[in-house]
């Protein structure tokens, strides 16, 4: 079974900084990719990386947030510079064929909360 598990959630305040990190099982996948999902609100993309370093941002993270992976290790991460209140959510670590649209993708950590506030 495949499983992402991701970590690095937590509180900040607004203009800090998180690193989030995933961690999946098994192979190495050909993308893998972070949405988000704020109560109330659709589960939303945020930035996907694919196995040849290739990358995808939201039009709201592109500045703010960079993407990486350790492909060997099938890891990913999503530095998180610059956050505003808009960016609480919780936060999903997927992995599969890559793309902006969730439909892409096979598997599904369980998120990791992250809440920006004063």
């Known amino acids: 079974q495949v499983q992402l598990v991701e970590s690095g959630g937590g509180l900040v305040q607004p203009g800090g900084s998180l690193r989030l990190s995933c961690a999946a099982s098994g192979r190495p996948f050909m993308a893998m990719g972070w949405f988000r999902q704020a109560p109330g609100k659709e589960r939303e993309f945020v930035a996907a990386?694919?196995?040849?370093?290739?990358?995808t941002y939201s039009a709201d993270s592109v500045g703010r947030f960079t993407i990486s992976r350790v492909y060997v290790k099938n890891t990913v991460y999503l530095q998180m510079n610059s956050l505003k209140p808009e960016d609480t959510a919780v936060y999903f670590c997927?992995?599969?064929?890559?793309?902006?649209?969730?439909?892409?993708?096979?598997?599904w950590g369980q998120g990791t909360q992250v809440t920006v506030s004063s």
């Open positions: 990386i694919t196995s040849s370093g290739g990358t």
């Open positions: 997927a992995a599969g064929r890559g793309g902006a649209d969730r439909g892409t993708y096979d598997y």
